[in-house]
């Protein structure tokens, strides 16, 4: 049966998840699908949206696809590859592009029916590809070109088939919105119905459906994820029915797991409890260095520990569900639809957990959520503000903004002058650095060095030297700037694993970032600020601190957070003044090409 609601079927791009977004925004139910969806599921959507991607239809890996989506009668809207995949598969033609064209350009519409309706004559879109559509299948003509682009807007009336070329759900597009609108909307015919209370019910339904007899066993870590989590399953099934579990892994936040505990007590959650499993933690990510391994590691222990409680608790496995706090991006993140490029394994997606996904075994009432949204449905069930409102805190924690090292080193000269010819054009200095972090650049995962700038700017010259480095230099991912000492005359590598003495250095360094947020009202304007540890002595002691302030939507993207200069300050000298901290550096690179973490 008919839902009303828009299916979007994913064909790999990084701001795919933005389509979706955009449609709530309009207030109808949107829903992110495999290309590969059955029929069935396809069906139910008032209409289709395919999404860009990075590939070219002409590539023998190109995503795959149900070609019945141009069976099903509904209206389609292709989006870059989709439409350039729509244009090849109904008897146009697409030219390999050897040229990407990327930016802004100008459209002039040329008919204002349906999808452009209520537009300019002219509109501003934003452009990224490489081929184009060269000539169109029967039934359909151009609505609107660019000087570049004959087919940037194309439709097929009869059908109720669209394609642009460009990308109308980012914000670089400024009537963007209003163009899905009059797709949504005006062209598939859909109510604007999908609001935060409709999906509390939905989803309420939907859980007691899965769950059925069972009961639901849930990781809390006292984020804002888990705890809304909670609170909605505690809603569906009764609290009698769901048990929370707060693992202490050492990776914490200064005194976090306490006041975890009794803040769940003050909102009247009784049916937890607490296991402190740092020893178990520190043991299982021994020896390791690399980011993914750690991360894995981690992701296992979780499920060893929660399958321990929960023997211990005498509660039956067969009874019992996992149930967990993800929303989408942990999802996107993780390749966890079939054509995203993998950039970080999240905790809450490593091999076990996705073995007990496929058989039913998981319970994940957010999954289909933004943080923007989950923060919403938050105070609707009556959490209150400083929870619903607190920074996204991922589940590895510490553990993965403490680097570490095998104390091996690649010679950097030769990128070193590179990124010195740049710096010097804005009057400073460059040092490449011997750690690694990672980035995301074209959808797909990078592992690079940072890039250290010395001397006198503000932040506009900071973000300017840090773009171009960057986009120049493909060995550099992220660019930070010296806070502190004043001059670096040497830059060692340490070689070491997480330690209990490390992460207890960069947890005070965490507290005193976070308070000092606090004490100065920034915590609204800052979207997370991780504090990160670099294995690195700095002429011949202690080792690096960064301070990673961003602003955000949904972390999809961010921007690097300008602080005052004050403010910083007192971060600055509080933090040099711990014992074994000796430099301190401002993360000044927006995601991408960074990502928010560093590993
Ligand atoms: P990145 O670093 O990829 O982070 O820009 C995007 C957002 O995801 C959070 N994050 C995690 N959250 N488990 C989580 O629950 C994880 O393993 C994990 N890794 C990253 C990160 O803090 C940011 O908000």
């Not at 060269?134 to 059908?159: H, K, M, N, W, Y």
């Not at 048990?243 to 202490?248: G, M, R, T």
């Not at 670099?534 to 601190?545: D, Y």
């Amino acid at each position: 049966m008919e839902e009303n609601k828009i299916i979007v079927l994913d064909f790999g791009a990084q701001y795919g998840h933005l389509i979706a977004r955009r449609v709530r925004q309009l207030h109808v139910f949107s829903e992110i699908l495999e290309p590969t969806a059955p029929l069935e599921e396809l069906k139910k959507a008032k209409g289709i949206i395919l999404s860009g991607g990075p590939s070219s239809v002409y590539d023998k890996d190109a995503p795959a696809f149900n070609p019945e989506i141009f069976s099903l009668g509904k209206p389609i809207l292709g989006l870059c590859y989709g439409h350039q995949l729509m244009a090849q598969q109904l008897g146009g033609k697409v030219e390999k592009g050897n040229v990407r064209e990327f930016g802004t350009a100008e459209l002039e519409i040329k008919n204002k029916e349906g999808l452009l309706a209520d537009l300019g004559e002219k509109e501003t879109v934003w452009m990224s590809h490489g081929d184009k559509v060269e000539s169109l299948p029967q039934g359909f003509e151009v609505i609107g070109s660019t000087a570049d682009c004959e087919a940037a807007a194309v439709a097929d009336f009869s059908r109720n088939y669209f394609g642009l070329q460009f990308h109308p759900e980012v914000t670089h597009t400024p009537n963007g919105l209003k163009i899905l609108e009059n797709f949504v909307l005006g062209v598939c015919g859909c109510k604007q119905d999908w609001t935060i209370e409709n999906y509390i019910e939905q989803k309420c339904e939907d859980v007691r459906k899965q769950v059925g007899k069972r009961n639901v066993f849930l990781l809390a870590s006292g984020g804002v994820d888990s705890t809304v989590a909670l609170a909605l399953l505690d809603k569906a099934l009764g609290a009698k029915r769901v048990y929370a579990l707060h693992v202490d892994t050492g990776f914490m936040r200064k005194d976090e797991s306490s006041a975890v505990e009794k803040a769940l007590k003050d909102l009247g959650y009784n049916n937890f409890h607490v296991v402190n499993a740092e020893k178990e933690f520190f043991e299982a990510v021994k020896g390791l260095v690399e980011p993914e391994e750690k991360r894995k590691a981690i992701g296992e222990k979780f499920i060893e520990i929660q399958n321990r409680e929960l023997r211990k608790l005498n509660m039956k496995p067969e009874d019992w569900l996992l149930g967990q706090g993800t929303i989408y991006p942990d999802t996107i993140e993780t390749a966890g639809t079939k054509n995203a490029a993998r950039i970080k394994t999240h905790h809450n997606r490593v091999d076990s957990i996705k073995n007990l996904i496929e058989a039913g075994l998981v319970v994940e009432p957010l999954d289909q959520l933004y943080k923007d949204e989950v923060r919403e449905l938050g105070e609707q069930l009556g959490l209150p503000k400083e929870m619903v409102w607190r920074h996204p805190f991922p589940g590895p924690g510490l553990a993965i903004r403490c680097l570490c090292s095998d104390g091996k080193q690649d010679d950097l000269s030769a990128i070193d002058e590179k990124a010195n010819v740049i710096a010097k054009e804005f009057g400073l200095e460059a040092k490449v650095l011997p750690v690694k972090s990672v980035g995301v650049q074209g959808d797909a995962r990078t592992y690079a060095h940072p890039c250290a700038l010395i001397g006198k700017a503000n932040w506009e010259t900071l973000e300017k030297a840090s773009t171009r480095i960057t986009n120049e230099i493909r060995e550099i991912n992220r660019v930070i700037w010296l806070l502190a000492p004043e001059n670096i005359d040497s830059i060692e590598l340490i070689a070491t694993d997480l330690n209990a003495s490390r992460i207890e250095v960069l947890r005070e360094a965490d507290a005193i970032a976070m308070n000092e947020t606090q004490e100065n009202g920034m915590m609204k304007e800052i979207w997370q600020f991780p504090t990160v540890m670099m294995p690195l002595h700095v002429n011949e002691k202690g080792e690096s601190i960064v301070l990673r302030p961003v602003e955000s939507l949904e972390a999809m993207t961010a921007r690097f957070y300008p602080m005052k200069y004050e403010v910083l300050q007192k971060i600055v000298k509080k933090i040099m003044a711990l014992e074994s901290v000796s430099s301190i550096f401002y993360d000044v690179t927006h995601k991408p090409p960074a990502t928010i973490e560093w590993e």
